[in-house]
């Protein structure tokens, strides 16, 4: 079964520092775009960042920009987000999401079920 | 960026009535090299992660009935539920994949009337 599961979400302090995992399975992890994606209490989605294949290219929203790093670890079908500086606006749920392949590589089609992080003192 | 805005807000609809949502991109999300269209539309159930329903704003992903359908070009999309079913109630969003940032539309809530 292809499917994606986040880990490492929790209660953390303003100012303080978080790192997702996402852990696939079922697919070739490393022939996909993968996406970190958010939705804030209430609210709409949002895309965080992304990253290719072989981790050579990065993209981050302004937002996230400078305080957080996109990774994976291909030999562990693993991706990663490394927040600092977090603020009460990153509060949300994270969805780690994969790309198709080929040409479509930032169509998200695979989802998984997100794991929450909470910015509160 | 490219900013998504979608209309309406919220609809409801009869059972087995037709929906439809609008999107639309603040710039063209048409490629002319490829002649293709990079948005999708996802289903978002509460409680759930998103569900990605049509790709190149005309595909839909496979498993996905047809009774959803995706039009449009250029700047302006529909994602069309030609028979409301009860499992439809849900949010909908569009989502330009053209350019980073990739970006979502606020979303549409389609309930039962």
């Known amino acids: 079964e292809v499917q994606v599961v986040e880990s490492g979400g929790g209660l953390v302090q303003p100012g303080g520092s978080l790192r997702l995992s996402c852990a696939a399975s079922?697919?070739?992890?490393?022939?996909?775009?993968m996406n970190w994606v958010r939705q804030a209490p209430g609210k709409g989605l949002e895309w965080v960042a992304n990253?290719?294949?072989?981790?050579?290219?990065?993209y981050y929203v302004d937002s996230v920009k400078g305080r957080s790093t996109i990774s994976r670890d291909n030999a562990k079908n693993s991706l990663y987000l490394q927040m600092n500086s977090l603020r009460a606006e990153d509060t949300a749920v994270y969805y780690c999401a994969r790309g198709r392949t080929g040409s479509s590589g930032w169509i998200m089609d695979v989802w998984g079920q997100g794991t929450t992080v909470t910015v509160s003192s | 960026d490219i900013v998504m805005t979608q209309s309406p807000d919220s609809l409801a609809v009869s059972l087995g009535e037709r929906a439809t949502i609008n999107c639309k991109s603040s710039q063209s999300v048409l490629d002319s090299s490829n002649n293709k269209n990079y948005l999708t539309w996802y289903q978002q159930k509460p409680g759930q992660p998103p569900k990605q329903l049509i790709y190149w704003a005309s595909t839909r992903e496979s498993g996905v009935p047809d009774r959803f359908s995706g039009s449009g070009s250029g700047t302006d999309f529909t994602l069309t539920i030609s028979s409301l079913q009860a499992e439809d109630v849900a949010v909908y969003y569009c989502q330009q994949y053209y350019s980073t940032p990739l970006t979502f539309g606020p979303g549409t809530k389609v309930d039962i009337k």
């Open positions: 990253i290719n294949q072989d981790g050579s290219e990065q």
């Open positions: 079922g697919f070739t992890f490393s022939s996909h775009w």
